[in-house]
């Protein structure tokens, strides 16, 4: 069984991911650009459903980024 391949990397400091290593986490992080930023061309409409939107797209990248991400954990930094 191979080592898994991860689509973001675990931040250095603090818990969470960081920028993505692989192409499907570069285009798994422009797809959340472009939802959260197409209400913006709406116009009126855009105003209101933006905040939704943005809570709703930011969860379904955390989700992603825990299932294809490297296991979080707080870190401090390099190991020596």
Not at 30 to 39: D, Q
């Amino acid at each position: 069984m191979s080592s898994p391949t991860y689509w973001f990397r675990a931040k250095r400091y603090g818990w969470g991911w960081g920028l993505p290593l692989s192409w499907q986490g570069w285009a798994a992080l422009a797809v959340y650009l472009a939802v959260v930023l197409a209400p913006l061309a709406m116009g009126e409409l855009g105003r209101w459903i933006f905040i939704p939107v943005l809570i709703g797209a930011t969860a379904v990248l955390v989700w992603v980024s825990y299932r294809k991400g490297e296991p979080p954990a707080w870190r401090w930094g390099r190991k020596s």
